[in-house]
């Protein structure tokens, strides 16, 4: 990831033009992170007054380092409030499809800012910053189709454009003009003395620009009293709640198979659970319970913890992704949806809490593991997918009605055993798959489940009519077990076709039907407000995406994406 540098190297600490040179460099950080000029100007500024405040007594190292700590904080807060304002032909342009967190990463390196600094104030050292940076120019290269801009040149967009520099160096003068305003006069160095400074994303009505929110310390100390005894009230209720009889002992040897690390990590309590990761990233978002909806909160393998990822619409239909470890929440990626009406409405579901307890009373369990809830759609029907584990070796799928809690389907594995060689690899069994259902052609369907359940292959695929098949064959001689097939009992002769529709759905994920990592996991025909849809859900080593596309048009309905 290292290329030539554009900038001019930086001044020795303790020469006068330092500060005007961190600051160029800061706003070049801002610049690349939020992808607004504008937005990056105020930030930069908040950033660094607010840090020559704090650290007024401390070296100019400790004040570079707690103005770039803070600028990357308030820039995480104000990404999904800024739109990409770069211009088309600008090689900085692509970046701002990448999610906050990777464009970060790549914005630190593209700043050119001194590799101890950033150490300092991001926690990352040089080898764990290219690292960062590798992956987000891989996410550019799959966003732009296999082309992603040269280091260099995003270099040179950043550091060499004049307007930016100029802008920078304004930004530096208007900075050092407050700070020796604040310096020079007594009534502010006296209100330093009372309140204590949070920086907040709050924007003038006036301007639109972003300013600092100031709270009196006698204020602060209230609100701390009042969160404290509304914690210990939780507490004695949590204390005084019955006990849950232990759960029934089984005799499958199954259960005797380890589990993943990261699911021991919950069982043992070193990661929060699935609802308190939900907790903790309405508290971080400062929103309400009541005000939001879960859309996907998904436990994954963390780097020495469990994580999750939280992903949630707001009132407005704004929707947020969150990643959640140890306790805290950092967040990912927002964005507006197109349309407010897809935001269903919630009057009358049942609670999460509720639909988890009558999930585990399906599995005749008390206590589990919840690895994934994630809502979706059948027709106007909304369902939650609750996926738990007791410990690892046997893993439940239960959908539930969100509004009744009704069952509408459940599913239970236990962990795959290894393949001791004597089992079919999964192009045999797609082919014997595809035979059984009638000697189809790969190019004929669409593959929409491949995986081992035990000596158990399953396959499922959608033909171009929408006819679904499941095919359940013996991993080890081939032989069906099991055939189920849905056909679609409409006419479905006037419509543009399932493989048309996926094409479509790709094209809209900036994707193409020859890219060997996109996996479907649904295909399949739907009527929504009185007229024929295709309903579809994909994958990528990197993202999830839902797409809903017109059966006759091809017109793009609906459309998600999101980070795995």
């Not at 001044?11 to 961190?22: E, G, L, M, N, Y």
């Not at 100019?60 to 380092?65: I, N, P, T």
């Not at 009042?226 to 507490?235: E, I, S, Y």
């Not at 799928?397 to 009704?406: D, E, H, I, K, M």
Request: glycine share 6%; aromatic share 6%.
């Amino acid at each position: 990831m290292d290329s030539e540098r554009i900038s001019p190297p930086l001044p020795a600490a303790d020469s006068p033009d330092r500060s005007t040179a961190v600051i160029r460099l800061l706003y070049a950080y801002a610049a690349a992170a939020l992808c607004d000029e504008s937005a990056a100007y105020s930030t930069v500024s908040e950033a660094v007054i607010s840090a020559a405040e704090k650290k007024a007594s401390a070296s100019s190292a400790e004040r570079e380092a707690e103005a770039l700590k803070t600028l990357i904080r308030l820039c995480s807060a104000r990404s999904g409030e800024t739109a990409p304002a770069w211009q088309e032909d600008s090689p900085l342009c692509p970046t701002g499809r990448l999610p906050f967190q990777s464009r970060s990463d790549l914005a630190l390196m593209l700043s050119e800012l001194p590799p101890e600094l950033i150490e300092s104030a991001a926690g990352l050292s040089g080898s764990e910053l290219s690292g960062r940076c590798g992956k987000a120019i891989r996410q550019l290269r799959f966003l732009q189709h296999g082309q992603a801009p040269d280091v260099s040149a995003l270099k040179q967009a950043l550091h060499g454009t004049p307007s930016l520099r100029a802008r920078a160096d304004e930004l530096s003068r208007d900075i050092q003009d407050k700070l020796s305003k604040r310096q020079s006069s007594p009534e502010e160095q006296a209100a330093g003395s009372r309140i204590h400074q949070i920086t907040r994303s709050t924007a003038n009505p006036e301007n639109g620009k972003y300013k600092t929110v100031r709270v009196p310390l006698w204020a602060m100390i209230c609100g701390a009293v009042l969160v404290c005894g509304m914690a210990v009230a939780l507490t004695v209720l949590a204390v005084r709640k019955p006990q849950q009889p232990a759960p029934p002992e089984t005799s499958d040897s199954d259960t005797d198979m380890p589990a993943p690390k990261y699911i021991k990590d919950v069982s043992e309590q070193r990661a929060p659970a699935l609802a308190e990761a939900q907790e903790t990233v309405l508290k971080e978002a400062g929103l309400a319970p009541e005000s939001v909806i879960f859309l996907n909160t998904k436990l994954t393998d963390g780097s020495s913890t469990a994580r999750y990822t939280v992903i949630f619409l707001d009132e407005n239909g704004k929707q947020y992704e969150y990643l959640t470890e140890n306790g805290k929440a950092v967040l990912q990626h927002t964005e507006q949806t197109s349309n407010l009406d897809d935001r269903p409405n919630t009057a009358g579901w049942r609670s999460l809490a509720e639909l988890r307890q009558l999930a585990l009373s399906c599995a005749n369990l008390q206590t589990a593991v919840f690895t994934k809830e994630k809502l979706s759609t059948d027709g106007d029907v909304y369902y939650y997918k609750i996926e738990f584990t007791e410990d690892g070796s046997r893993n439940y799928s239960v959908y539930l009605n969100a509004r009744t809690g009704g069952l509408m389907r459940y599913a239970v594995k236990d962990a795959d055993v290894p393949d001791d060689g004597s089992l079919i690899p999964l192009s045999d069994a797609k082919a014997k798959a595809l035979l059984r259902a009638g000697d189809l052609k790969p190019d004929q369907v669409l593959f929409t489940k491949e995986k081992r359940e035990g000596t158990v292959w399953v396959i499922g695929f959608t033909l171009d009519d929408g006819t679904q098949y499941t095919v359940e064959l013996n991993a080890r001689t081939g032989m069906a077990n099991a055939v189920d097939v849905r056909p679609v009992s409409a006419d479905t002769s006037h419509l543009i076709g399932t493989l048309k529709a996926k094409d479509a759905a790709l094209e809209k994920a900036g994707l193409s039907a020859e890219n060997s990592g996109v996996r479907f996991s649904k295909a399949k025909i739907d009527r929504s407000n009185a007229a024929y849809v295709y309903e579809f859900e994909f994958q990528t080593a990197d993202y999830e995406y839902e797409a809903t596309i017109n059966a006759m048009t091809g017109e793009v309905l609906k459309y998600r994406v999101w980070m795995i």
